[in-house]
């Protein structure tokens, strides 16, 4: 009289009402899922597992992800994205720094640099395709020599590195500039001069 058991277990599942965020993600459990989008500021309902996480829009589903509990952290499908953001979904610190090695060491101080000084890690993204767009403009060994000039000077720009390679300053050595030093103008009075 009994029928047999199902072939998968019972899995609890948690339901939470959420809105979609501007960046197009919806939080849970301090982790950031991507839905659609056209959903943004848009009431969704978000179920989820031990597996997955699966987000509904009038009770259709929208988004389905593999459960990640890391916080902090963003699980995003590519064709949730705008058009305008695809383009910058290959862009990660991590390329830009794997590139700036395969230049030198100098580059790669420049490109880190350009990261750490800006508020967000994004705002460093277009400065760091800019170099590459010079690098095949100028060749590596001229851009190692600017970003060198770059460092002295404290320019984590691509336009700082532009003029330079421009003005063609990455051609002349640091050490023939008479008495001018990192960041500093020969003009201005050092610290000796208070004493």
Request: proline share 5%.
């Amino acid at each position: 009289m009994l029928r047999p058991l199902p072939k998968t277990c019972f899995e609890v599942a948690e339901w939470k009402r959420a809105r979609v965020n501007i960046d197009y993600h919806v939080e849970f459990k301090r982790h950031y899922y991507s839905v659609p989008h056209t959903l943004v500021r848009k009431q969704v309902d978000v179920w989820a597992t031990d597996q997955v996480v699966e987000v509904f829009y009038n009770r259709r589903r929208v988004s389905s992800h593999k459960r990640d509990d890391t916080p902090g952290r963003h699980s995003t499908h590519p064709e949730h994205m705008p058009e305008s953001h695809r383009h910058y979904a290959e862009c990660n610190p991590e390329r830009f720094i794997n590139w700036a090695k395969k230049i030198g060491d100098l580059t790669e101080q420049l490109v880190n640099g350009i990261f750490s000084c800006r508020p967000h890690i994004e705002h460093g993204y277009r400065s760091c395709l800019g170099l590459m767009r010079l690098e095949s403009r100028y060749g590596k060994e001229r851009l190692e020599a600017a970003a060198k000039r770059a460092l002295f000077f404290g320019l984590y720009s691509c336009k700082g590195v532009r003029n330079i390679l421009e003005a063609g300053l990455d051609k002349v050595p640091l050490e023939e500039e008479s008495g001018v030093t990192g960041k500093a103008h020969a003009n201005i009075r050092g610290t000796d001069y208070y004493s």
